[in-house]
């Protein structure tokens, strides 16, 4: 009888996921950037609409909806490995509650919204709402199919269609999830945190 070794994870390659996701993933950090310099550059010739606008927000619904996505990221990065020792049940379990943490930043998201559109604002009201309900409005356009792409995901390797010799999916998946997170980092930053 020889012992097999147990079964280790292996390195992972600069570009997991492949090429594709990681050019789409530059495309869209480059033009999510654009759009926050924009804000920033705006922030300068309108200094006192900002800091008055910028009251109105709920720094605790930011954070929390940091939170939610830092532990969907860290929940995908962990179905990545599972995925790669072969426990694709694992694997499962972890991006399903990747793509329930989206779904709980979603719903944490409107909550967010509604009072602000119950006193009228919008994207027409001036140039800070502006930028806040486009640029956090086209965040959340990025975060459902990073949902529906996890939970697809989850259901597939529940049904053991994954596993190590086939994981580019997975790592494609979650290398998205990473990127919706490092998008929400940015705005988080830049429309909640910084001041002038």
Do not use: C
């Amino acid at each position: 009888m020889t012992d097999t070794p147990p079964r280790q994870a292996p390195r992972w390659a600069p570009l997991t996921g492949g090429e594709a996701i990681w050019i789409f993933m530059t495309v869209e950090l480059v033009t999510f950037g654009g759009f926050l310099l924009w804000h920033a550059a705006t922030w300068r010739t309108r200094p006192e609409v900002f800091a008055e606008a910028r009251a109105h927000l709920d720094l605790r619904s930011g954070v929390l909806g940091t939170l939610l996505l830092l532990l969907g990221s860290w929940a995908a990065y962990q179905g990545v490995l599972s995925n790669a020792l072969g426990r694709t049940r694992a694997a499962a379990g972890w991006l399903l509650a990747a793509s329930l943490g989206g779904v709980a930043f979603t719903i944490n998201k409107i909550i967010e919204w509604v009072p602000h559109w119950q006193e009228g604002l919008s994207l027409s009201t001036d140039a800070f709402w502006f930028t806040y309900f486009f640029l956090t409005q086209l965040h959340v356009m990025h975060v459902v199919p990073g949902i529906v792409i996890l939970a697809v995901l989850a259901w597939r390797s529940a049904r053991g269609a994954y596993g190590p010799d086939n994981a580019l999916s997975v790592e494609a998946g979650a290398a998205y999830w990473h990127l919706v997170d490092v998008i929400w980092i940015l705005l988080f930053t830049v429309v909640y945190v910084m001041h002038p």
